[in-house]
Nanobody
Framework: EVQLVESGGGSVQPGGSLRLSCTAS????????MGWYRQGPGNECELVSM???????YYTDSVKDRFTISQDKAKNTVYLEMSSLKPEDTAVYYC??????????????????????????WGQGTQVTVSS
């Protein structure tokens, strides 16, 4: 069974930092594209960052130079290091996976409001609140 379990969310003041973790089971990272999405209070869902199996990374403009995506393949875990946090970063953050070996499976439903994408597996989400 494929599972993605996020952790590391919480409340932080503006300018603070958090590290989100997403530990996967049921597949390996070697051939998997991984991503982080977030869904804000208005329920808009946006792609925050991606780490593809070829190590290519992507960041949405609003988080460039503040967030860093990385992975530990030995732990089957992907991280999102977030620094200089702003109130507008407040959201539920979702980990998403697109394992090449499981691309033919329907996976699990994406969070409501999140766009169709290559990712077919999703975590349950972790809340990040940035407020003074």
């Amino acid at each position: 069974e494929v599972q993605l379990v996020e952790s590391g969310g919480g409340s932080v003041q503006p300018g603070g930092s958090l590290r989100l973790s997403c530990t996967a089971s049921g597949f390996t990272f070697n051939d998997s594209d991984m991503g982080w999405y977030r869904q804000g209070p208005g329920n808009e869902c946006e792609l925050v960052s991606m780490l593809d199996s070829d190590s290519t990374t992507y960041y949405t403009d609003s988080v460039k130079d503040r967030f860093t995506i990385s992975q530990d393949k030995a732990k089957n875990t992907v991280y999102l290091e977030m620094s200089s946090l702003k109130p507008e970063d407040t959201a539920v953050y979702y980990c998403a996976a697109a394992p090449a070996a499981l691309a033919w499976l329907p996976g699990v439903p994406r969070p409501p409001g999140c766009p169709r994408s290559k990712y077919n597996y999703w975590g349950q989400g972790t809340q990040v609140t940035v407020s003074s």
